[in-house]
């Protein structure tokens, strides 16, 4: 690919250390930052039109960052590498051999425009002329070019390092070493120089040379990027997993790149890898920690309302409640809508796509986000139900089992409503504890949960910051949906049970009218006190302490009558037909439907209703089988089949009296 000339600018000497990736920003190359010195080359070639966004983008996106694979050791060429005394003479005349070999690749019009601009360019700009060069992909003119600059700069050993630099990436190395052991002899500690030995070395298969070099740059620069992940390399190649994972994890808190996380999985696994810990690290040393992200959303306004813990306190949740899951249905809405549409700036941005640097990185810490923050919060909420599931049945069993005691017969409305009162706290006395505690451990649990999402939240915001990509941006509003939807699942999971308590009494009204009630004389009519006047074909009269009755019989089958029940003071008139007959000596069988109308003390109409009844009788009360329907206009339908046995019962009543 031929240099476009027109890039020509002031990069600072030295800024080419060794292998070369995409950057992330105009601040870094290689993942490495850049000095204020090589910062500011870059912004003064901008300035002076020799540099353009486009430019720096196509620098940025040119290559993806490379993955070294550790070759064989390779003895013909480590032979092959050239024997050239280390003097300036010697090695000016090996530059020139190189660079007359090499010219021989390039065609001659060409090669005349690169000898002329070579000309007309500062000695000491040619160095930084190279590198951008190599950035725009002309490695020849960039080789070409370095050779020029120690032709000029003899004195310069970062011209021999660079050039060195250069020959490794062109997978020359062992053309590259006499070079950089030259310009070692100049600045024996120069770590620039003793990295690029090292690679050298490590291009040839030589693991035990390339070790010696790397150690000596990070005894220099213990932070070196290219030594620290080479480290790693050369570890992971004698079989140390532990010691390159080390190597490799340090990498990645300084410097951030997908080679040194590509060989991490190699030397421990994905599974093994906390990469959101080491993204958290590398900002850290950016001084860029997490923001609260979460405070940034309209859902951080929106509190959880005060749960109720006894059953007085359930109509104003239900109240606040309805607020509350009316506002964080709208935000999931929302954020849905948000992750199902694309603008039109979205849409291009798809078809013309280019990744960024810090895509891969984005990519993986979400997955690794939501695996992890999925598998914690299954976690948490299956810890509640474990306990809230026995602690719901035992509710519910000692609901069944409750019981109230009735009223005695004949109270007043007064005393009535005391007994009712008296249910009502028994009532409250099992669902006021059971609410309590359930909704005070679901507070904690909810409290506990939302903590992990508020977390979670933040971390891939805070992520996705670094590659904010259409793509990238619907992963965070997907999550905000989920969120809400967490939200409104804890509401449903509030126990907020109605106070059966329907009246304003007081429990101290309660216990007084329950004592007076207590002092009264209860006189129960005598079961004997029972009286029937039979009239053979037309009826009957029957009276005793709990109702009056007469019934007319005109037909054997058709009856009509009118009762009055005394406790309740309501009277009924009915009518309706009935066969009866015997089946065989023993057994009666009979039949009946019967039209009523109920009138209380007041003969208004209260109810009415058709009933149907069947029935098989044994002689003398040993048994009784009953079927009976019903349909009132206040119940409705209902029926009920039943066995009774007047001799049983007659038996029980006389030996209660002994």
Not at 159 to 176: P, S
Not at 280 to 306: E, I
Not at 336 to 352: I, M, P, R, S
Request: proline residues 4%; hydrophobic residues 40%.
């Amino acid at each position: 690919m031929r240099l476009k000339l027109k890039f020509v600018t002031f990069l600072s000497v030295g800024l080419f250390c060794g292998t070369i990736a995409s950057k992330a920003q105009i601040t870094q190359l290689n993942g490495v930052e850049l000095t204020p010195e090589q910062q500011k080359a870059i912004q003064t070639a901008i300035d002076l039109n020799m540099m353009n966004a486009s430019d720096l983008e196509d620098m940025q996106h040119t290559s993806e960052e490379t993955i070294f694979i550790p070759r064989p050791k390779d003895q013909q060429r480590i032979q092959a590498i050239p024997d050239v005394a280390l003097e300036q003479t010697a090695m000016l005349q090996y530059v020139a051999k190189l660079s007359k070999a090499l010219e021989a690749t390039i065609e001659e019009t060409y090669l005349a425009e690169l000898r002329q601009m070579m000309r007309q360019t500062k000695p000491q700009e040619i160095n930084q002329v190279a590198l951008l060069a190599w950035y725009q992909q002309a490695d020849q003119e960039a080789a070409l070019l370095a050779m020029k600059a120690v032709q000029t700069m003899p004195d310069s050993a970062m011209a021999w390092n660079n050039l060195g630099g250069l020959l490794n990436m062109m997978h020359m190395e062992e053309l590259a070493i006499p070079i950089l052991k030259y310009g070692q002899r100049k600045e024996s500690n120069n770590p620039s120089i003793l990295n690029n030995l090292g690679q050298s070395f490590l291009g040839l298969g030589d693991v035990l040379r390339a070790e010696e070099y790397f150690g000596a740059c990070l005894a220099q620069d213990t932070d070196h990027p290219e030594a620290t992940r080479s480290m790693g390399v050369v570890a992971l190649t004698k079989g140390d997993q532990e010691k390159a994972s080390q190597y490799f994890e340090q990498d990645l808190r300084e410097n951030l790149r997908e080679s040194s996380f590509e060989w991490l999985k190699r030397a421990k696994g994905r599974q093994d890898i906390k990469l959101n810990t080491l993204r958290k690290a590398f900002l850290q040393r950016k001084k860029q920690g997490d923001k609260d992200f979460y405070g940034m959303v309209a859902l951080g306004q929106l509190g959880l309302p005060t749960l109720p813990l006894t059953s007085e306190q359930t109509e104003k949740w239900l109240f606040e409640k309805e607020q509350y899951v009316q506002s964080i249905t709208e935000e999931a809405q929302y954020w849905y809508n948000e992750f199902q549409t694309y603008t039109a700036e979205e849409v291009q941005f798809a078809v013309h796509k280019t990744e960024p640097y810090y895509s891969w990185l984005v990519t993986e810490v979400i997955h690794e986000l939501t695996s992890v923050h999925s598998s914690e919060d299954i976690a948490a909420l299956d810890a509640f139900w474990s306990g809230a599931t026995a602690r719901m049945v035992d509710y519910e069993d000692r609901r069944a089992a409750m019981s109230c005691p009735d009223p005695p017969e004949g109270a007043s409305e007064e005393v009535r409503k005391a007994y009712d009162k008296k249910c009502c706290e028994i009532a409250k006395g099992i669902i006021d504890p059971f609410m309590s505690a359930h909704n005070e451990d679901l507070r904690r649990n909810f409290e506990f949960r939302d903590g992990m999402w508020k977390l979670f939240l933040n971390e891939l915001i805070s992520t996705v910051e670094l590659c904010p990509t259409p793509d990238n941006k619907k992963q965070v509003y997907l999550q905000l949906y989920h969120y809400a939807n967490f939200l409104i699942s804890y509401v449903g999971m509030v126990v907020a049970e109605d106070t059966p308590c329907d009246d304003d009494m007081t429990l101290a009204e309660m216990e007084a009218i329950l004592k007076r009630s207590k002092r009264k004389v209860e006189l129960k009519c005598p079961s004997w006190l029972y009286y029937e006047l039979p009239f053979p074909g037309v009826g009957s009269i029957t009276m005793s302490c709990a109702e009056f009755q007469v019934e007319a019989k005109p037909l054997s089958i058709v009856k009509a009558g009118y009762k009055k029940t005394f406790k309740d003071q309501t009277s009924t008139l009915y009518v309706g037909v009935g066969p009866s007959m015997d089946v065989g000596p023993l057994v009666n069988v009979s039949a009946g439907v019967q039209g009523y109308l109920v009138f209380d003390r007041h003969e208004q109409l209260v109810n009415t209703g058709i009933s149907a009844e069947a029935k098989m009788s044994l002689p003398q009360g040993i048994a009784d089988l009953v079927a009976t329907a019903k349909v009132e206009m206040n119940s409705g339908y209902s029926h009920e089949v039943k066995s009774d046995s007047r001799w049983v019962q007659q038996i029980k009543s006389t030996y209660s009296k002994y």
